[in-house]
């Protein structure tokens, strides 16, 4: 699905330096390198930007990530509990915002984790290319749920 039509440059200078614009590989040799942190490059395996950050960097990330899933997840699962346990909440409105609560739910279980691990290790995609496109239409599903659930429920504001 993220093929890149197959082309994996090989560089022998340091010097080179390679952009994709549109597809389209340029190659513009013997400029002065510049060492930042991040640095970016490209994985072949799903599609994705590779960035090289350092040990502190990925611990901030790695807590930063963490907490806001655990975050997503506790909020949601109180919604549910809330409208499920408490008979005045009961409502056909309060319905949506349970199926809300579920779609958002079903992306702190299913997607975040995956993506948290990919973005600590540096953008390298290590559960397979068959779970790559399992993961992208998974990821598809349940944040479309989401928004077409908000859609819903300003229809019926």
């Known amino acids: 699905m ?7 440059p090989t560089f022998t200078k340091k ?3 390679s952009e994709v614009i549109n597809g389209t590989l340029l190659l513009v040799s013997n400029l ?13 395996s799903c599609g994705e930007q590779l960035q090289d950050f350092g040990r502190p960097e990925k611990i901030m ?8 899933t655990a975050v997503t997840v506790m909020g ?4 549910v509990i809330a409208v499920c346990v408490v008979k005045k909440l009961r409502q056909p409105s309060n319905y949506l915002l349970v199926s809300l609560a579920v779609a958002d739910l079903s992306v702190a279980i299913v997607v975040m984790p995956f993506v948290i691990v990919t973005d600590l290790t540096g953008g390298k995609w290590l559960f397979g290319d068959l779970f790559c496109n399992i993961f992208i ?3 598809v599903m349940c944040c479309t749920a989401s928004i077409m659930t908000l859609c819903v ?5």
């Open 32 to 44: 002065p390198v510049t060492t930042s942190s991040p640095t970016a490059s490209w994985n072949a």
């Open 15 to 17: 010097e080179d330096i």
């Open 153 to 157: 429920i300003s229809v019926d504001r």
């Open 137 to 139: 239409g998974m990821d």
């Open 2 to 8: 993220f093929n890149t039509s197959g082309i994996e």
């Open 61 to 68: 990330i790695g807590v930063m990530l963490a907490v806001i």
């Open 76 to 79: 949601n699962t109180l919604v």
